[in-house]
């Protein structure tokens, strides 16, 4: 391939990928907020004194643990992306032109 053409889709990928690797971080942190008001809530329904309150607290845990599940399969699918775009520029690189900023050993 011609550098004027690789050289834009070399750029385009790198992007892509720092948007990925954006999400992922994003997902993450989500998915950690979430376990730890899970484990709030669960400390919390120790003194709950009332059905009410305490099925509100359960009917709130299993929100958050299908939200988890949720951002497991996004987290699984960000992932498979990731490795793809990251694939995909290093046949870029090998093929086009030298060695660009996204250090491929990183994420």
Known sequence: ?????TKPM?????????EVESKLKNVKNKKEKSKFKINQLEQDM??????????????R?????????NMNRLQAD??????AKKNSLKKLQVNGIAPTTIDSTKG
Request: aromatic letters at 4%.
């Open 78 to 83: 960000l992932s498979k992306e990731l490795t």
């Open 10 to 18: 070399i750029q385009r990928l790198e992007q892509e990928i720092i």
């Open 46 to 59: 120790k003194f709950s004194k009332s059905h009410t309150d305490l099925s509100s607290k359960m009917t």
């Open 1 to 5: 391939m011609a550098i004027n053409f």
């Open 61 to 69: 845990i299993k929100k958050l643990n299908d939200e988890i599940k």
